[in-house]
């Protein structure tokens, strides 16, 4: 039995802040910006607005995009590195907004990572035969998270939700395989100075830039070329590359370290920012609305976030 995407969605906050907005606040320029990350904006959700109200709204999207009832859920995993209360989690809340009874939900935290996480953990669960229809939701409010007095961060990042509903396939339409990977020592290269049980807050992003960005580059473009000869596969086979959208220059390096063809690239940085977990499934739906998506493409996702965390994951459409 194999897994697919039978529907994806997505929802981005109403507010858009610009770089020109950032300029009032901080010492940075619309240029500096753009030249170093490719980011032209990022949407910001208000004060009343939690990660699982942006969860809600992509997965509401995601049910009608894939022609099923939310009655239909038999599993709700949440991805989210900013979840609305220490505990419960957000899918549970989720779970109680779309009204679905005793059906299991959870939340997954692989920061940056968490879409290919969730897919991996949703694919595999789908092959116990115990889930027929389930629900990856990534919601982030990344906003929450920043200190919007260090230029080196708080232009980095946005808020957004995006979802996909799979179930079992029968089809040629499948998720043909995924990898995931992680590397504890590296923490240090993008966390946060607070939590729970250390501080009894949040607290804000640190991060080493430099490092992380070599780092970045590395685990993502390591595990396409992984996956893809696991596969007998090669970029020639693949109609879409869809990274984590952190910063266009990774992008773009990782894109060149593997040869690839950068028209092959869905690339959404610009308008979303880094949108955590939730950026990949915002970089899909975005592809299907356009209308370029077509049955039995290849699309390759890969990730690389806090952890540190990353890995690769090729479907079929």
Known sequence: MACKILGCGSYLPERVV??????????????????????????????????????????????????????????IIVCTTTPDNSFPSTATKLQGYLKLGNVPSFDLQAVCSGFIYGLHLADSLMKTKQYKTIL???????SSLLDWTDRGTCVLFGDGAGAVVLQDSDSESEIIDSRIYSDGSQYDLLFTDGGVSSTKQSGVIK???????????????????????????????????????????????????????????????ASHANCSAASIPLALAELQSNGTLKRGDVLLFTAFGAGLTWGSAIIRW
């Open 18 to 75: 610009s770089n020109a907005d950032l300029e009032k606040l901080i010492d940075t320029s619309d240029e500096w910006i753009r030249s170093r990350t490719g980011i032209h904006q990022r949407h910001i959700a208000n004060d009343s607005e939690f990660a699982s109200h942006l969860a809600l709204k992509a997965a509401e999207n995601a049910i009608s995009d894939a022609g099923v009832k939310a009655s239909d859920v038999d599993l």
């Open 136 to 142: 990856l939701v990534c919601a982030e409010k990344m």
């Open 207 to 269: 991060m080493q830039g430099p490092a992380l960005f070599k780092k970045a580059v590395e685990k993502m473009a390591d595990s396409v070329a992984e996956i893809l000869e696991r596969n007998n596969m090669s970029m020639d086979d693949v109609n879409y590359l869809i990274p984590h959208q952190a910063n266009i220059r990774i992008i773009d390096a990782i894109v060149d370290r593997l040869k690839a063809d950068h028209n092959k690239v869905i690339k959404t940085v």
